[in-house]
């Protein structure tokens, strides 16, 4: 018998044979229970951040009802803050329709003369689109899913504020909860993963939203002193679409960039000053100052980080692509506890948190060895 198959490890290969199956399970029933297991997640995750918070309130002599109270009033006003802000500006942008329409239509009349598109010019911009792309039945589909959603989020977020109210209520006694549920040993080793997910998931969204707040603050500003239309607008968008990574200031910045061009055509200045604001911002903010902040903290992998955002954007939409990273964080710091899982959580990790976690650092790559007289020969 060869050596080969004398080595054969079937128990092992069986094991993870079963694991990939039970991945596959797990993504299935992840995706048909969003509408309940979504609200939960974000409420967890928010009690994580809130926490501390709540403690805090309770070292100055504040009762944790109280403080628990003021935490899901503020997060409830700026939700309503924000709602208010995009509803009342979406009446405006109706108000302003017919001078945006103009612009759309002396732009895709360029458009159409440079690429020989047909072109009426007594028709209005979106009638000579449909004839293009049938744009009348995807304005009517995005407007009544926009409205769905909408009525969706409602639900969603007063789910979610009861259920931090709850857990926050319930989370003061987790630790005394976990030792009387598993044995001594056990116990530490779930009190650990739970200290370190609470712990990095809790930086992270910190972190994030202060660094979200102001890249809104920022742009909103920025956006005003050029007189754009709607800064405030443009800074909530950018706000919200920064907690996805990477791709999120991405879309703000070509959002803005797509606006500026309709608002001040035919001026090349202001075009190229949003455009300049947006990625001066965000390259500060994102490239900079965020990774001196947050440091190598959560020890993911870039490439890691892309496939985990189309994976949860995939099983819980545009929720998913905000909460990919701190839901993958709790997956690693998982398997990092469960030795027959911890290859999982190396893969999952960046090279400098791999290595940093076996003990030593990365060696630099030896210089090429000079050659020899019989080599140079």
């Known amino acids: 018998m060869p050596d080969r198959l004398k080595n054969f490890n079937s128990g092992r290969?069986?094991?993870y044979l079963l694991g990939f199956i039970a991945l596959i399970l797990a993504g299935a029933v992840l995706k048909i229970t969003a509408p309940v297991l979504l609200p939960f997640t974000i409420a967890v995750l928010l009690s994580f951040v809130l926490e501390p918070l709540v403690s805090g309130l309770e070292r100055i002599r504040i009762p944790r009802l109280i403080g628990i109270l003021l935490s899901i009033?503020?997060?409830?006003?700026g939700l309503y803050l924000i709602g208010v802000i995009l509803f009342s500006s979406g009446r405006t942008i109706l108000t302003l329709y017919p001078k945006?329409?103009?612009r759309f239509s002396e732009?895709?009349?360029r458009v159409a003369q440079v690429f020989s598109l047909p072109y009426d010019e007594h028709l209005s911009f979106f009638q000579n689109l449909w004839g293009q792309m049938g744009l009348r039945v995807r304005v009517q589909s995005l407007a009544f899913d926009l409205s769905e959603s909408f009525l969706s989020f409602l639900k969603d977020a007063v789910m979610v504020l009861l259920f931090v109210a709850f857990l926050l209520l319930e989370i003061s006694h987790f630790r005394e909860k976990i030792e009387l549920a598993f044995e001594?040993?056990?116990s530490s080793r779930i009190k650990k993963a739970a200290a370190d997910v609470v712990n990095q998931v809790a930086r992270y969204l910190t972190v994030k939203f202060l660094i979200s707040l102001?890249?809104?603050?920022?742009?909103a500003l920025g956006l005003s002193l050029l007189k754009m239309d709607f800064p405030i607008v443009w800074g909530v968008i950018s706000f919200v679409l920064n907690f996805i990574p990477n791709i999120g200031s991405v879309a703000a910045g070509v959002g803005v960039g797509v606006f500026a061009l309709v608002q001040f055509w035919p001026e090349p200045g202001p075009i190229a000053g949003a455009l300049a604001i947006m990625v001066g911002v965000n390259m500060v903010l994102g490239n900079v100052l965020?990774?001196?902040i947050q440091g190598d903290n959560l020890g993911l992998s870039p490439f890691v980080i892309l496939v985990s955002m189309l994976a949860w954007g995939w099983l819980w939409g545009f929720a998913g692509l905000i909460l990919a990273v701190p839901m993958t964080v709790i997956v690693k710091i998982v398997c990092e506890n469960i030795p027959v899982l911890e290859p999982v959580s190396i893969i999952l990790g960046s090279f400098r948190a791999?290595?940093?976690r076996k003990g030593g650092e990365p060696e630099p790559p030896s210089p090429p060895e000079a050659p020899g007289p019989s080599q140079a020969s």
Do not use: H, M
Not at 73 to 77: L, N, P, S
């Open 13 to 15: 290969s069986n094991f």
């Open 73 to 77: 009033f503020f997060i409830g006003a």
């Open 100 to 102: 945006y329409e103009r």
């Open 107 to 109: 732009i895709y009349s």
């Open 184 to 186: 001594d040993k056990l």
């Open 214 to 219: 102001t890249t809104g603050v920022l742009v």
């Open 290 to 292: 965020e990774p001196k």
């Open 354 to 356: 791999a290595v940093k």
